[in-house]
């Protein structure tokens, strides 16, 4: 049976399977960026939990984070915030993941320009979720 932050980061990487893009898990960047765009989520670290006692739950606030990238001779910031406002749907449209979670936040990506010799530029960004869930216990 999994974890429960299993559940949810599947769950995540199933509901941003719906985007035109190629998503990933926990991939290295690979040498060709679709055309659609690339996102590769990262599992991130769930931090320290608040804890209440009674009864005993662990509250988290994990930090996960999607490696946002498009490739592009022309339009590439377009393509960019094109795929950033689709993700940012995608989330909206659920924040609670079927109910796995409490609640998903996006924090705002700070995007950078990266030149490929002999290719058109990356166009980037980090994009950290914030996943709120409760477990009952730190390996559950």
């Given at each position: 049976m999994p974890t429960t932050r299993e559940t949810i980061l599947a769950a995540l990487h199933a509901r941003l399977q719906t985007l035109a893009a190629t998503v990933l898990r926990d991939e290295v960047l690979p040498e060709r960026i679709p055309p659609a765009g690339l996102i590769i989520l990262r599992d991130g670290q769930p931090g320290e939990p608040e804890v209440t006692l009674s009864p005993l739950h662990y509250h988290y606030q994990h930090g996960a984070e999607l490696e946002v990238v498009v490739q592009a001779a022309k339009e590439r910031a377009t393509a960019f915030d094109t795929l950033i406002a689709a993700i940012g749907t995608t989330l909206e449209s659920d924040r609670t993941l079927g109910g796995l979670c409490d609640w998903v936040e996006a924090e705002a990506p700070a995007s950078v320009?990266?030149?490929?010799?002999?290719?058109?530029?990356?166009?980037?960004?980090?994009?950290?979720?914030?996943?709120?869930?409760?477990?009952?216990?730190?390996?559950a």
């Open positions: 320009d990266m030149p490929v010799e002999g290719a058109a530029s990356l166009k980037a960004a980090v994009i950290t979720l914030n996943l709120h869930y409760t477990t009952t216990g730190p390996l």
